[in-house]
């Protein structure tokens, strides 16, 4: 097992829609071991796999509830409702906080380490975590969950940290 460098926002990988897995087989089983620890060292409450670089439909996450690290293969957002606005952050754009509206409960839907379906929910936090883990495999950054115009100054000093300006 080994801590990757989490690939941050400019890199085209998080950026694209992730390929589904077609088999847990080692090389699988590997990654999540990789990507539990670079998730503990940074650390986060979450990573999907395109953030060190792989582009596979798998994410992991703990929201400290105890129960500990959880792994996610192939999942599918089943049900979404309500909605919450927290102060949201991601490893990819690091330093960076902005208020986010989202769905305040999630569902999803996936396979576990083992093959075997597994299904998550919760509101608030881990509602959270879910939907933006899952968004990470669609290439999609919070910074597109943000309205327009916030969106427009939040790009535009990303462009110019990005350029030492
Ligand atoms: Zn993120």
Redesign the pocket.
Known sequence: MAIFPIRTFGDPVLRSVAAEVDEIDDGIRHLVGDMIETMYDAP?V???AP?IGISKRVFVFDWADGSGAHTLINPVMIETSGEWEFEE?????PGRYWPIRRPAFSRVRGLDLDGNAVEYSGDELLGRVLQ??F??LEGM??IERLERRVRKEALRELRDEALGL
């Open positions: 986060g979450g990573l999907a953030q952050g991601c490893l990819s754009v933006h883990e968004d990470h950054l919070l």
